[in-house]
């Protein structure tokens, strides 16, 4: 049962018969971890701890610099050289009180993922570089959870939710095989903008609700954001038999 605060408080989504008192209850119940707490995970834990979600872990081993500001909102100046996922924990609880926070100050590694993965219903893939992507992605595989992946670099984004308790969902490896060297693209060397990642970690947001509350999240789709043209563009996937990850021969 939601209590009465609760109802008041989350009103306006449990008025929408998607959500409702259940889906509210979900939310609450839910675990969820975010990997990179920068540009994507600021926006990203900032609208789940809002939403409702009852339990966040925030995992980065990066400090805070100058250059992070214009798009790591949850962070000023006076937080430079801070760790990322301690500042953010801290920033949350004191501004969701019903939202219980765990930093985890260290980048992700196997033991890591062995440890949490089994705890969290759904995990946001916020990171930047391409061997977290295939970290997380083998993880969540092999621990069947649900994974929203989103990138961004430039004025471009990308976003795409893998499901491993569906057993047709395609996994980040079958697009981007290990083998063919995915781009490993960053803002470092292209540079990006903060509300094109904002528009990715909201999408990334919308799809983690819409997973947590039974909703359907569309699995075996990349969409791609062009902020310059102002366009979304939908590109089906296909599980890979022979993916070494989520394949036949794994
Ligand atoms: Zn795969």
Known sequence: MLTTQ???????????????????????NAKVLIVGVGGLGNPASLYLAAAGVGTLYLA?????????????IQFSERDINQNKADTAAEKL???????HVEAIDDMLDQELCDYYLPQVDLVLDCSDNIATRYLINQACVTHKVPLVV?????????????????????????LFPASKKAPDNNCQTIGILGPVLAIVAGMQALQAIKLITGNKAQINKLNLFDGLANQWQHFTMKKQKECTVCGENK
């Open 6 to 28: 609760e109802q008041l408080k989350y009103s306006r989504q449990i008025m929408l018969n998607k959500i409702g008192q259940q889906g509210q209850i979900a939310l609450r």
């Open 60 to 72: 980065d081993g990066d400090t805070i610099e100058l250059s992070n500001l214009p798009r790591q």
């Open 93 to 99: 609880t004191q501004q969701f009180h019903d939202c």
């Open 150 to 174: 989103g990138a961004a670099t430039g004025f471009d984004g990308q976003q795409m939710v893998i499901d491993p308790r569906d057993d047709n969902s395609a996994c980040y490896h079958c």
